[in-house]
Nanobody, 123 residues
């Protein structure tokens, strides 16, 4: 069973910074990608950024130049540094990790979600 433990988040004024952390544990074969999603009030989940096992990163336009994702695959951890925060960044942030796990004689690939952490940016 794979588990994600998120930490960080909280309340900050516009222009401030926060860092989120996520640590993966459990019985898994491989981590394929580490990602951060968010859900703003009344909106659907959206993928904010991600980093693959070979270091390739992607960001949505709304956070480019302000957010930085990093990952330590050996330590099974990912971090999201959020700078110049805006009220529009408010929401629940989820760590989502693509993993391979053993299933009998085969391998299952799926996305494991963290518990989410609230980020609130006041104007």
């Amino acid at each position: 069973q794979v588990q994600l433990a998120q930490s960080g988040g909280g309340l900050v004024q516009a222009g401030g910074s926060l860092q989120l952390s996520c640590r993966v544990s459990g019985n898994l074969l491989r981590i394929n990608s580490m990602n951060w999603y968010r859900q703003a009030p009344g909106k659907r989940h959206e993928k904010v950024c991600g980093v693959t096992s070979d270091g390739a990163t992607t960001y949505i336009d709304a956070v480019k130049g302000r957010f930085i994702i990093s990952a330590d695959y050996d330590a099974k951890s990912t971090y999201l540094q959020m700078n110049s925060l805006e009220p529009e960044d408010t929401g629940v942030y989820y760590c989502v990790v693509g993993v391979d796990v053993k299933n009998g004689g085969g391998v299952d690939e799926y996305d494991e979600w963290g518990q989410g952490t609230q980020v609130t940016v006041s104007s």
